[in-house]
């Protein structure tokens, strides 16, 4: 693999779902033009891409965002039917008087009721549903790549490096490795709408393990949803075959995701936040 060849593969992923401007795609596709490797790793991708689309289960919304989209419509549904009584009211009653007390019955329960409504859908959706949901997607699709056997990174570090020149994604400070957890194959990806890295490990046992890092000092982990494990507490779940342990470290959230229970979870996670040059 040439420099240009490495140069390239952080744009790949752009130029596959149509995200470059029109002169970085031609450029692109000068170089895959003369470039049978670079041709070779996006048909995988593109395969890849096809068979995620075909075999992952499809996600459905968090059933917070659910009852949150559903009591609203049901809010303004009662809302207008509430508006249509009182009209009908104040314009079938003739008496001055009764058509008077109707209609201010009419509206004191109409305004009781949005306000009761309206404090039960305060509620929010739980901010961790899409990063978990995306940990998880992006976990699914390293364990494709490792099926399909996708062309490793000749020089792992180096990838490290760049991605944290490139993207400002604290990747060097992560888990690197050992004779139980083998890093194997590093990768570009975005997750909550920017630029970060997914670390794929190999366990002892054959299990794929994958460490998701973006850059996303805003975002807050709450600390009353963390699982005590040492002295830290990550916020682990578990979806379906996949548990995930989630947490912030420095400016970063930080995503680990395996075929585990929450149990052997806590332990990998244990390993990899100790295991880091940021603890």
Request: charged share 25%; net charge positive.
């Amino acid at each position: 693999m040439t420099d240009d060849c490495a140069d390239l593969r952080f744009r790949l992923m752009l130029f596959r779902r149509g995200e470059l401007d029109a002169a970085e795609a031609e450029a692109v596709r000068a170089h895959l033009a003369t470039c049978p490797d670079c041709t070779a790793e996006l048909a995988a991708e593109r395969e890849l891409d096809r068979r995620l689309v075909g075999e992952t289960p499809a996600w459905s919304a968090p059933p917070e965002l659910r009852g949150a989209v559903s009591e609203r419509l049901a809010r303004e549904g009662r809302a207008r039917r509430l508006r249509r009584w009182g009209r009908a009211v104040r314009g079938g009653v003739r008496r001055p008087l009764i058509a008077a007390a109707l209609g201010a019955a009419a509206m004191l329960l109409a305004v009781t009721s949005v306000n009761m409504l309206a404090a039960r859908g305060r509620q929010q959706p739980d901010p961790l549903a899409v990063p978990l949901a995306e940990a998880a997607s992006g976990y699914r699709r390293s364990v494709l790549e490792q099926q399909l056997g996708l062309p490793e990174p000749d020089d792992l570090s180096k990838v490290l490096k760049e991605l944290q020149q490139r993207l400002s994604v604290p990747t060097t400070t992560a888990f690197p490795g050992d004779a139980d957890l083998t890093l194997v194959h590093v990768d570009p990806t975005d997750a909550l709408g920017r630029p970060g890295a997914i670390l794929v490990y190999r366990s002892r046992e054959g299990h794929v393990v994958t460490l998701q890092i973006v850059r996303a000092p805003e975002f807050q982990v709450p600390r009353e949803r963390g699982t005590p494990v040492g002295r830290f507490r990550p916020v682990i779940t578990r979806q379906q075959d996949v548990s995930t342990a989630l947490w912030k470290q420095g400016n970063a959230l930080y995503a680990l995701s395996a075929p585990v229970d929450e149990s052997a979870m806590a332990g990998i996670y244990l390993k990899v936040r100790l295991g880091t040059s940021n603890p």
